[in-house]
């Protein structure tokens, strides 16, 4: 009489789908998308609902500093602009980083070490902040 051998197991049927585009799946049991595109595609949906409105924010203020970046020449601290030439760049007063305001009472507006100073007759100073200050 044969020894009784464990019977093996029937593989079960059930096809999984890939989580993004929803093809059948090969290979792995565990694996839940059928390559790298469709992985990342996924990630990338459910991360943009939350990030989006960090996204905007973080984008205007890049903007904000690349203008009043691109207004200072090398070597320049300050120069003066008019608010009409700020907003024909496309800064946006509302998005900064931080204001400081000096010992006079002047209030600086300021996107990371860049930053502006409301003058007279819609004139505006924009100034860099040299690290320590």
Known sequence: MAPNLPVPMLAQSTLKHCQACNKPLRGRTDKKFCDDHCRNSFNNQLKAGSNNCIRNINNALRKNRRILEG????????????????LQLGLLFSYHTHTYTNRRGNRYHFCYEYGWLE???NMYLVVKREEGE
Request: proline share 5%.
């Open 71 to 86: 207004l200072l020449g090398p070597g320049d601290i300050t120069v003066k602009a008019s608010r009409d030439k700020l």
């Open 119 to 121: 003058l007279e007759n």
